[in-house]
């Protein structure tokens, strides 16, 4: 469920759901004059992406592919994802992501890998129509792919980016720097790119950043993947730290929800996080007699169907497609129930404290800076209140 209340049901398709229908942070931007961009390293239709401008009862329905969504879907109300995005949300300035399987028709080849082509089967080719919907809306406007496209983007050069920039999600970071050529930005370059061009507004600017392929990676118990792709979200919020002004900047770093990922076994301090344990106070042994490492899983494709009866060795659970052994055998990890961090710095950071519900964040994030609920023109003494 994504952008609509909970009286929505899950893949309900009705006209209700205009009624369901609820605003989010990156609208309550935009309608206060300020720029807004969305940075993924998963397909821009994903959840969280699409989170910011969509609004469907079923996370999947991210193009229309005849079988995840179909035209009894359409008839009955609803319009996938990816074209929600084209045609009600081109006022997004900034798009930063993979995913160019959802815009392209079945019949369309993709830009780069050449032997793919697209999901769509209605016909539409969803980037031709952005290109002529901002022509329509007479935009300058950039549509771009590739590397050498992105990199050479300029502020002040284009009113909307649509910057799709794989197939399908993008690389992890460890798998793209391994490439002999790399044709991909990392989340550290799109980061730099969409803040060079968004913050050129007056009146400011809101940017999702996220580190979706953390999540994947967790989702395949593949903690080398995962722990490599949060050392990237992490440089991308240090670069985002550093060249934001602090001042005037509230930066807000959380996450939507845990993983069954644990950590145990007691090992000594300095032993590599994806070895096996090593303990001195402590046995370096299962019950059953054999080697385990620090990092483990509580469901997930690791899961033994039978006890293991080998030891495992450093080589085999350093290797970035080793997947972490799980208590319950899963061919896809599901997420965890603990509660996560918020992280926040710069204006009005305070009121990110304590205990909160996860639709807090938002709302805080509107106070502080006067939007949506807490616009001027309906609230008028927010800015007094928060002492401007």
């Known amino acids: 469920?994504?952008?609509?209340?909970?009286?929505?049901?899950i893949r309900e398709c009705s006209p209700q759901l205009e009624n369901y229908k609820v605003k989010s942070i990156l609208k309550w931007a935009k309608e206060a004059g300020k720029s807004v961009g969305v940075v993924t390293t998963?397909?821009?239709t994903h959840a969280t992406p699409a989170g910011t401008y969509a609004h469907t009862s079923y996370r999947n329905f991210e193009t229309y592919d005849g079988k995840i969504f179909n035209l009894t879907?359409?008839?009955?109300?609803?319009?996938?994802?990816?074209?929600?995005?084209?045609?009600?949300?081109?006022?997004?300035?900034?798009?930063?992501?993979?995913?160019?399987?959802k815009f392209l028709r079945?019949?369309?080849?993709?830009?780069?890998?050449?032997?793919?082509?697209?999901?769509?089967?209605?016909?539409?080719n969803l980037i031709n129509d952005w290109h002529e919907k901002m022509k329509l809306m007479n935009k300058t406007h950039k549509f771009v792919w590739n590397l050498d496209d992105f990199k050479n983007l300029k502020p002040n050069e284009y009113q909307h980016v649509l910057g799709i920039l794989a197939w399908d999600h993008m690389k992890y970071e460890v798998d793209r720097v391994a490439q002999e050529n790399i044709d991909e930005p990392s989340i550290v370059?799109?980061?730099e790119k969409a803040i060079e061009l968004l913050s050129t507004n007056p009146n400011g600017y809101f940017l999702l950043v996220e580190g979706g392929k953390i999540d994947l990676a967790h989702h395949d118990s593949n903690a080398k993947r995962a722990l490599e792709e949060f050392v990237a979200f992490d440089n991308a919020i240090g670069l985002a730290s550093n060249i934001v002004?602090?001042?005037?900047?509230?930066?807000?770093?959380?996450?939507?929800h845990s993983h069954e990922f644990n950590i145990g076994g007691y090992s000594i301090r300095g032993n590599p996080i994806l070895g096996l344990v090593r303990s001195v106070e402590y046995g370096e042994l299962s019950s059953a007699g054999y080697t385990f490492t620090s990092l483990s899983y509580g469901n997930g494709p690791g899961g033994l169907k039978e006890i293991r009866k080998r030891n495992l060795t450093e080589t085999e659970t350093t290797n970035v497609d080793y997947h972490q052994e799980s208590g319950v055998f899963m061919n896809y990890e599901t997420h965890g129930g603990e509660d996560v961090a918020i992280f926040a710095k710069g204006p009005m950071s305070h009121l990110f404290e304590g205990t909160v519900e996860q639709s807090f964040i938002a709302h805080a994030m509107a106070y502080a800076s006067c939007i949506g609920p807490f616009d001027r023109n309906f609230y008028?003494?927010?800015?007094?209140?928060?002492?401007?």
């Open 106 to 124: 079945k019949e369309d080849r993709d830009y780069h890998e050449l032997d793919k082509t697209g999901e769509r089967i209605d016909n539409r």
């Open 380 to 388: 008028w003494s927010c800015e007094t209140e928060r002492g401007f």
């Open 73 to 101: 879907h359409q008839l009955n109300g609803c319009k996938d994802i990816a074209a929600q995005l084209i045609d009600d949300n081109s006022y997004i300035d900034v798009i930063f992501g993979g995913g160019r399987r």
């Open 189 to 191: 370059e799109m980061t």
């Open 42 to 44: 998963t397909r821009i």
């Open 1 to 9: 469920m994504i952008g609509l209340s909970g009286q929505a049901q």
């Open 245 to 256: 002004d602090q001042e005037e900047t509230l930066l807000v770093v959380t996450a939507d």
